[in-house]
């Protein structure tokens, strides 16, 4: 049932007007904006805020009575956003606003340490030395590792992304990347799904790829290109030109001239240059 509204308690707007200024000063309370009755003699005064920066933010006095009081008393003197009030958005944890790729050189994102993608590596026993010295140098001494979950929420990430057979490459391809010469197997239990690109001209290269993911680099895929045609010789049968070969014997008398006049032409060593 609604409470009915105190006549004294919804008159007192000048008392909350002076407890408002008395709050904020007198520059930054505006005019009245009505009343909300909360209760049994419990009614709250609302004044447009006069500050620049809270545009659409209200000053909300609420002012109650005692029973046959004639005055009323402040019970408290706030600020509330209104409708068009520009007001901070809702807080979300550091850890939730990092997103994918976010992380630059230099920054550090701690694991959390009940981070159900990660199970205990190893137990300690106790052991030598000597033995952990080989776990170390096998790669088996890490404090954390995959988890089941771990690894079907790697595989659905992956199965589900960029490199995954829904993708539209994949799609419009025959080839699949587990029958591709490039593509590197995971040497992890995800192996039998994934694998890494190893080709520089695929989309995929140095990424974990699905095994039946595909693309057009694949190794299997060649192009059969056809010979240009050979044009036929053309030969001329319209025509002939002669050609006369001498004998031995003209090619010897023609060498002996050839000679005399190279002779001829040398000078020697009387000749002399006269003037006249």
């Known amino acids: 049932m609604r409470a009915k509204a ?12 002076e ?9 930054q309370i505006g005019e009245h904006l009505g009343h909300l009755v909360e209760g049994e003699r419990l009614v709250t005064h609302y004044f447009a805020s006069a500050h620049p920066g809270y545009r659409g933010w209200r000053w909300a006095v609420t002012v109650t009575r005692a029973s046959r009081a004639k005055t009323v008393t402040v019970n408290e003197v706030v600020m509330l956003p209104g409708d068009a009030a520009i007001v901070a958005p809702e807080w979300v944890p550091w850890s ?21 993608r990660l199970e205990p590596g190893f137990t300690e026993t106790g052991g030598p030395d000597d033995v952990l010295e080989v776990v170390e140098e096998l790669g088996l001494g890490r404090e954390r590792v995959l988890s089941v979950f771990g690894r079907d929420d790697a595989a659905e990430r992956w199965s589900t992304g960029d490199f995954g057979p829904t993708a539209a490459i994949a799609q419009a391809v025959p080839y699949k990347c587990n029958g591709c010469g490039y593509w590197i197997r995971l040497g992890d239990s995800l192996g039998r799904s994934f694998g890494v690109c190893a080709n520089e001209m695929a989309p995929g290269e140095g990424r974990v790829v699905a095994f039946d993911y595909g693309c057009g680099a694949h190794s299997d895929a060649v192009i059969d290109l056809a010979e240009p045609p050979v044009a036929d010789h053309a030969f001329d049968t ?7 070969l001498a004998t031995d014997d003209e090619a010897a008398e023609a060498d002996a001239v050839h000679s005399e006049v190279e002779a001829a032409s040398e000078p020697t060593s009387d000749d002399e240059v006269t003037e006249s």
């Open 6 to 17: 105190d006549a004294v308690c919804v008159a007192a707007v000048e008392p909350a007007r």
């Open 238 to 244: 319209t025509g002939y030109d002669s050609m006369e």
């Open 96 to 116: 939730d606003r990092v997103q994918p790729g976010d992380l630059r050189p230099g920054d550090l994102f701690p694991t959390p340490a009940d981070d159900p």
């Open 19 to 27: 407890a408002a200024i008395d709050e904020a000063g007198a520059a």
